[in-house]
C-alpha cells in the first residue's frame, strides 16, 4: 500500500471485509479501539518487565542457595 497516496485511494486498496468493517465504526468505537491500542500497549510493556522481575528473583534464588552451598562447604573444610 502506498503510505502517500491520499486516504481515499489508499482505502480502495484494501480488502472489502475491512472496508466494510471500517463504514460501520462509530466515533465511540474507534475511541475505543484507541484506548484498546494504548491498553494492549501497555500490558506488553508490563509483560516484558514481569518477565524480567521472575528471571531475576529465580537467579537471585539460585545465588543464594549456590552461596549457602560453598558456605557450607567451606566451612566444613575449616572444622575438620
Do not use: C
Request: aromatic share 8%.
Amino acid at each position: 500500500m502506498d503510505q502517500d497516496a491520499a486516504i481515499a485511494h489508499r482505502l480502495v486498496e484494501l480488502p472489502e471485509e475491512t472496508r466494510e468493517f471500517l463504514s460501520q465504526l462509530r466515533e465511540e468505537d474507534i475511541d475505543l479501539l484507541k484506548d484498546g491500542l494504548d491498553l494492549v500497549r501497555s500490558m506488553r510493556t508490563i509483560g516484558r518487565f514481569m518477565r524480567w522481575l521472575v528471571l531475576g528473583i529465580l537467579a537471585i534464588v539460585v545465588g543464594i542457595v549456590s552461596l549457602y552451598e560453598n558456605a557450607v562447604k567451606m566451612w566444613a573444610w575449616f572444622h575438620r
